[in-house]
């Protein structure tokens, strides 16, 4: 999914850290699309004349926001580390393809 985020590093742990943060962004992506695809599924069962169908697609909509929000700041704080801009440029092409 993620383009292997990590700077290279050297040694075995270096190797073992950037395994982890790959699974972690891999975890992030698979969560952000659960959440979206609810919202969708809530945008299709919910009848929005009803206040309670309001309240319950505004959690939904609550929930794709934080989403979003901490995607962001995951990927400003990886890209920053990163040993090219073409690495950091495949980390940001993620999460647009995400909000798109």
Known sequence: MFDKPCVAK???LGH??????????DMIATI??????AMAEAGK???P?????CELFRHHVREVQ????YRYAVTALLS???????????L????VDFCD
């Not at 073992?16 to 972690?24: F, G, Q, S, V």
């Not at 952000?32 to 695809?37: A, D, H, I, L, T």
């Not at 004349?49 to 169908?53: E, V």
């Not at 940001?92 to 999460?95: L, P, S």
């Open 10 to 12: 050297t040694g075995e």
């Open 16 to 25: 073992i850290l950037c395994e982890m943060a790959n699974e972690c962004l």
């Open 32 to 37: 952000s699309r659960g959440q979206v695809e």
């Open 45 to 47: 069962r919910l009848d």
């Open 49 to 53: 004349a009803l206040y309670d169908s």
């Open 66 to 69: 934080a989403a979003l929000v």
């Open 80 to 90: 920053i580390r990163q040993a090219s801009p073409e690495s950091a440029a495949n």
């Open 92 to 95: 940001w092409k993620e999460t």
